[in-house]
């Protein structure tokens, strides 16, 4: 997918769903994060601006649709911009983030989005540590 | 598995993310910094995956121009390596067998290929550890052992002959007589001492009647009929070692020379670390007392220059679970250079010591084994590599934790008896 797509989506949906006060920051913001795929620039220097520049394009959202929308095509934006390949199951990933995001915005609980970054947290370790391990055990031969 | 600093900076801004939306009570920063977890995580669980791809397609063929060799036999292998690297990007290097010491050449694989010759000092049969893949993507960085699959060939290492080390019948008195082994003389051989059976050691010198009666393998180790003289290598231990501990070891050194009843005219050789080795006529024992007063003098890090390509320096400088830093690429980058090209200063003195002792077939050791081993196995090496009997005395380590270590240290180098004092 062309990376300008997605990100020229997250900037206009940026603009139109951003609460009042905020709309010339998240202009700016949407024009900053859709200028970081026209320049040319490494691949992990490009995924740190399009990071530093989407997700504070988040904060900006009015309503909780939008924090959910913005956070769906700012995700499908940075791993486009990673070389990951856009299928199901990445949708599925990014779509169940912004339905999470959509559902903190409503601010129905303080628990739930600790509660939630706690869950991913322990993915993260998981991943780091667990799987790491398991894989090293995996290919340890007799020798060793 | 490691994070880059890309990864780094994102769980960074992640946090940054939670910390405003506790200060400012914004939900939305709330679901940025959860869109920044997920993002991180989506990313390692895709390393991950495709790392193990790597790991499951990677295939390693060696050809080695032997592999069965004598002890310190030079090998010479070949290796090619094929491996489905995906997205990441990963280097190779071949992870030689235990104890092994590289010769010349690297195994790191450049162009999915690699040539090096290495020694095998270890008794019996020996495996490859495998080979080390370092990947990594833009999120995530790790260095993999590969073992599995990635071991063979099976090499073999037979441990040399032992020369006659004592005198039973022949000409003249006193230290300076020829005299030659009768039994030897008959047979071609005899027995010099008997030792457990270790792996690699020949069945038909095992001794079946001691064995039954101990309920454990022994075997028998020969001599030839050349008589031969005895030497005594004393490893003064480190600098800070305990009273209680030196007085021990001294008291073993003495015991040794006691014991060998070597005479008046034969050498004691004192090691004090990297320096030069002192020679001192077994005669003079009140030199040599005084000599046993003094310490090892080694600083930190020096016995890696003894040898020209000691196992630990490998070690060291290759096995990093981290990125390694200029100056450790530079030591690799020398050590690769010039492996075995020159002899050091180490090496090329005991090679003078081992030329002037040609008669002193019997070689005994006294050590505390404190720090590094790795002067002490080349010594035990090389007296094997001239067809020697080497008898090692290991003052202070019986019943310690470092027991086993030490003595399998010293069996796998060749030394033909351990004794923990």
């Known amino acids: 997918m062309d990376l300008r797509i997605p990100a020229f989506i997250t900037a206009v ?98 628990v739930l989005p600790v509660l939630a970054a706690g869950i991913f947290t322990l993915a993260v370790l998981y991943v780091i540590f667990v799987r790491a391990y398991r894989l090293k055990k995996e290919v340890e031969g007799t020798n060793t | 598995m490691r994070p880059t600093l890309l990864t780094g900076l994102l769980l960074l801004f992640s946090l940054l993310s939670f910390m405003y939306a506790w200060m400012m009570n914004s939900a939305e920063a709330a679901a940025a910094g959860l869109g920044l977890l997920v993002f991180v995580s989506l990313s390692a669980g895709i390393f991950q995956t495709n790392l193990r791809s ?18 310190n036999g030079l090998i010479s292998i070949t290796s090619a390596i094929t ?24 195994p790191a694989f450049t162009a999915g290929r690699a040539s090096y010759r290495f ?77 457990p059976y270790a792996e690699g050691d020949s069945v038909r010198n095992i001794d079946w009647k001691l064995s039954g009666k101990h309920q454990e393998l022994y075997v028998r180790l020969k001599m030839d009929a050349s008589g031969g003289l005895p030497a005594l290598f004393i490893d003064l231990p480190p600098e800070g070692t305990a009273d209680e501990l030196r007085l021990h070891f001294a008291e073993t050194a003495v015991g040794a020379l006691e014991s060998l009843n070597i005479g008046e005219n034969f050498p004691v050789v004192f090691f004090k670390g990297a320096a030069d080795p002192e020679i001192i006529s077994s005669g003079k024992t009140s030199v040599i007392l005084e000599k046993l007063k003094e310490t090892e003098n080694t600083t930190t890090g020096e016995h890696l220059f003894r040898l020209r390509h000691p196992s630990s320096l490998v070690r060291e400088t290759m096995i990093t679970s981290r990125d ?16 075995g090209r020159n002899p050091t200063a180490f090496e090329s003195k005991m090679g003078s010591i081992s030329a002037e002792m040609a008669k002193q077939t019997h070689i005994t050791y006294v050590t505390a084994a404190l720090g590094d081993l790795s002067h002490m196995t080349y010594l035990i090496n090389e007296t094997k590599r001239h067809q020697r009997h080497a008898t090692v005395f290991v003052a202070g380590a019986a019943g310690t934790p470092r027991e086993t270590k030490v003595r399998t240290a010293f069996t796998l180098a060749g030394a033909d008896v351990v004794e923990m004092v």
């Not at chain 1, 009042?20 to 040319?40: E, H, L, P, S």
Request: proline fraction near 4%; charged fraction near 15%.
């Open chain 1, 13 to 110: 949906i940026a603009v139109a769903g951003a609460s009042n006060d905020q709309r010339i920051i998240a202009g700016i913001i949407g024009a900053a994060f859709v200028f970081c795929t026209f320049i040319t620039l490494p691949q992990n220097q490009r995924v740190l601006l399009l990071s530093a520049a989407g997700f504070p394009l988040v904060f900006t959202a009015g309503m909780p649709v939008f924090t959910g929308l913005l956070l769906i095509s700012v995700m499908i934006t940075v791993l486009t911009a990673a070389g990951v390949k856009t299928d199901t199951k990445i949708l599925l990933a990014a779509a169940g983030t912004g339905v999470a995001g959509g559902i903190f915005s409503m601010q129905l609980s303080v």
């Open chain 2, 54 to 71: 790597l790991a499951l397609s990677l295939t390693v063929v060696r050809e080695a121009d032997r592999t069965v060799v004598d002890q």
């Open chain 2, 83 to 106: 491996a489905v690297t995906g997205r990441l990007t990963a280097s190779f290097d071949d992870v030689l067998p235990p104890g092994a010491l590289l010769v010349s050449g690297s």
């Open chain 2, 119 to 195: 020694r095998l000092p270890v008794i019996g049969s020996s495996y490859f550890q495998g080979v080390r893949a370092t990947c990594r993507d833009q999120f995530f960085t790790q260095t993999l052992l590969i073992a599995r699959g990635a071991e063979l060939p099976k090499l073999t290492m037979y441990p040399t002959g032992i020369t006659a080390t004592h005198f039973a019948v022949g000409q003249g008195s006193g230290w300076s007589a020829v005299e030659f082994d009768r039994p030897a003389l008959i047979s071609g051989y005899d027995t010099r001492t008997l030792r």
């Open chain 2, 324 to 339: 390694p830093t200029k100056t450790e690429l530079r030591i690799r980058e020398i050590t690769r250079e010039y492996a």
